[in-house]
């Protein structure tokens, strides 16, 4: 029995670190090179770039934080 020493009896699980973790399926936040930033506030519509999150780029017009639309 353990006595919270490290003397208590080996484990019998497989130690390897390879436990299920992630997003799963579908489930990350990028949303693939298509589609276009809006601004929430004018409405302007701009291509996407891909590889630049459309939240981290503002509005030639106004200035706003863009948001992503997507393709329907």
Do not use: W
């Not at 589609?35 to 981290?56: A, F, M, Q």
């Amino acid at each position: 029995m353990p006595r919270g020493d490290g003397t208590g009896p080996l484990g019998s699980g497989r130690g390897d670190g390879t436990g299920k973790r992630g997003r799963g399926r579908g489930g990350g936040f990028a949303q693939g090179p298509g589609g276009s930033c809006i601004c929430p506030l004018c409405r302007k519509e701009i291509p996407h770039e891909y590889g630049k999150p459309c939240n981290l780029m503002r509005c030639p017009e106004c200035g706003s934080p863009l948001t992503r639309k997507i393709p329907a």
